[in-house]
């Protein structure tokens, strides 16, 4: 796996740049048609046409979306392979915890030679299920909360 890119925060006219790019692109996304024709101009204002599958429009305007919000992105490839610290990070939790889960087989992973190593598809299906269970867990505390009459309305 390549080392990945030092991931920078947009700056200010990238932001500005991103929240007009999304808002005209979005417009199109309903669209059935499997790709979308879009003009980028070169250097000398040359207008070139480039086709690109509607799903990749979706996920440019996604990208956009979060430039717009002045956060910083990275594009994963759902069959990529991660290490434990950069798994670690996409979770927010230490290395030493995500080594914990792994070794108590509560997230798939393999060993290159004597380095662990995650699907990325495993790591985001174990995210899904924390997150949903962490919101169950809510849920059932304010509803205890309202039964016990302590101002939770």
């Known amino acids: 796996m390549?080392?990945?890119?030092?991931?920078?925060?947009?700056?200010?006219?990238?932001?500005?740049?991103?929240a007009q790019g999304q808002r005209a692109l979005a417009a199109?996304?309903?669209?059935?048609?499997?790709?979308?024709?879009?003009?980028?101009?070169?250097?000398?204002?040359?207008?070139h046409q480039v086709?690109?599958?509607?799903?990749?429009?979706?996920?440019?305007?996604?990208?956009?979306?979060?430039?717009?919000?002045?956060?910083?992105?990275?594009?994963?490839?759902v069959h990529a392979e991660l290490t434990t610290q950069e798994a670690a990070d996409l979770l927010n939790v230490s290395r030493p915890h995500l080594v914990k889960l792994l070794e108590g087989g509560s997230l798939p992973f393999h060993r290159t030679g004597?380095?662990?190593?995650?699907?990325?598809?495993d790591l985001m299906a174990f995210k899904e299920l924390r997150d949903r269970d962490s919101e169950e867990a809510l849920d059932e505390l304010a509803r205890q909360a309202q039964n016990l009459g302590m101002g939770y309305e």
């Open 2 to 18: 390549a080392p990945a890119p030092k991931v920078m925060l947009p700056v200010e006219r990238e932001v500005q740049a991103a």
């Open 28 to 47: 199109y996304l309903a669209t059935q048609f499997e790709t979308q024709r879009i003009q980028i101009f070169d250097d000398q204002n040359r207008a």
């Open 51 to 77: 086709e690109l599958p509607t799903s990749a429009l979706r996920l440019l305007v996604d990208i956009l979306s979060e430039l717009a919000d002045g956060n910083a992105v990275q594009v994963v490839p």
């Open 114 to 121: 004597k380095h662990r190593r995650i699907r990325f598809a």
